[in-house]
């Protein structure tokens, strides 16, 4: 069975970091992009970073970029966002997808992980 499942979310102080992480079942990593999004309440979805399956296209939206990090291990068929220096405009629900590729539509969603940077 195809899933999702994120985790690593909660409650960080303003410069703090958060590790997500995105296990995949059903599929192989390798054959898909794994985009991440995120969605602050009464605000848009927001996509903010995506690895190819071959993890040559690394691509983050400009708010994240410089702060965050995206990064797959293989054997555990999981995708990772590293978050840092953490403010209160990074709060929201992220959520991982699956894509054929990064440009392309999401496939499949994992259930979100809240994180909430506050002091």
């Known amino acids: 069975q195809l899933q999702l499942v994120e985790s690593g979310g909660g409650l960080v102080h303003p410069g703090g970091s958060l590790r997500l992480s995105c296990a995949a079942s059903?599929?192989?990593?390798?054959?898909?992009?794994i985009t991440w999004f995120r969605q602050a309440p009464g605000k848009d979805r927001e996509e903010i970073s995506c690895?190819?399956?071959?993890?040559?296209?690394?691509e983050f939206a400009d708010d994240v970029k410089g702060r965050f990090t995206i990064f797959r291990d293989s054997a555990k068929n999981t995708v990772y966002l590293q978050m840092n220096s953490l403010n209160p405009e990074d709060t929201a629900d992220y959520y991982c997808?699956?894509?054929?590729?990064?440009?392309?539509?999401?496939?499949?969603w994992g259930q979100g992980t809240q994180v909430t940077v506050s002091s």
């Open positions: 997808a699956r894509k054929e590729y990064c440009s392309g539509w999401a496939l499949n």
């Open positions: 690895i190819s399956g071959s993890g040559e296209t690394i």
């Open positions: 059903g599929f192989n990593l390798g054959d898909y992009a």
